[in-house]
């Protein structure tokens, strides 16, 4: 190729490069994606309700097992349910996006992803959820066992400031606590009147 030839070949290239608009249509206007729809719950909203359902199933349980007057009169009672109360609510939290994972999964599934991973995830998933409920139901069984101690604890301990009095009573102005002492207390009171029994008799002699 000889130097006139390369010369008109840099002239036509020159010219198609001049032809050529300085902005391409489309690239400078801001891309507008297809909105989506979405029925999730936010988290907010989702750990609110967690923390509500806790707090309503801890109060219900305590109310089955304890009076009012003994749960606002013992610090550890309200301390030890507001550690199970949070412990609870993540519970039910953990279980709800496990819930929420699983439709979506679902969802995608259905609208024709079919690879074996998806269903291997999937299957992750159920089986998570199963051991979060099962988790739950131990957690709740411990609760209500810790629930029925207490109570019997204050059945046993309690003094007569408690709705439980009745474990520590006044018999004959001698105060008892358990059937030992009350036993006790009962043949020390015989033994005196027949004391006295006999010293009126000596008398009347």
Same mark, same amino acid.
């Given at each position: ?13 020159? /010219?198609? =490069?001049?032809? =050529? ?6 690239? @400078? &206007? ?7 729809? &979405?029925?999730? +719950?936010?988290?907010?909203? *989702? =750990?609110?309700?967690?923390? /509500?359902?806790?707090?309503? +199933? ?16 013992h ?17 039910? *939290?953990?279980?709800? @996006? ?11 599934? #259905? ?9 291997? +995830? =999937?299957? /992750?998933?159920? *089986? ?14 411990a609760?209500?066992? @810790? !629930?029925?101690?207490? &109570? ?6 309690? /003094? #007569? ?10 018999? @004959?102005?001698?105060? &008892? ?10 043949q ?9 029994? +006999?010293? !009126? ?5």
């Amino acid at each position: 190729m000889d130097k006139n030839q390369k010369n008109k070949v840099k002239d036509s290239l020159s /010219d198609l =490069l001049n032809d =050529l608009p300085d902005e391409v249509p489309g690239l @400078n &206007s801001q891309l507008q994606l297809p909105k989506v729809q &979405s029925n999730i +719950v936010p988290q907010s909203s *989702r =750990l609110k309700k967690a923390k /509500d359902k806790a707090k309503t +199933v801890m109060k219900s349980l305590l109310k089955f097992y304890l009076s009012e007057e003994i749960i606002e009169e013992h610090e550890y009672i309200k301390a030890k349910s507001s550690i199970d109360e949070y412990a609870l609510s993540m519970l039910i *939290r953990q279980m709800q @996006n496990s819930e929420v994972a699983i439709s979506i999964l679902m969802d995608t599934i #259905n609208e024709g992803d079919v690879s074996p991973r998806m269903f291997e +995830v =999937l299957s /992750d998933l159920q *089986r998570t959820l199963l051991d979060i409920i099962k988790s739950q139901t131990m957690y709740m069984v411990a609760i209500e066992e @810790n !629930a029925k101690k207490i &109570s019997r604890d204050i059945d046993v301990y309690g /003094d #007569n400031s408690s709705s439980n009095s009745s474990t520590k009573k006044k018999r @004959n102005g001698v105060k &008892s606590r358990g059937t030992k002492d009350l036993m006790k207390a009962l043949q020390e009171t015989i033994k005196e009147e027949e004391i006295e029994d +006999v010293e !009126a008799n000596t008398d009347e002699e």
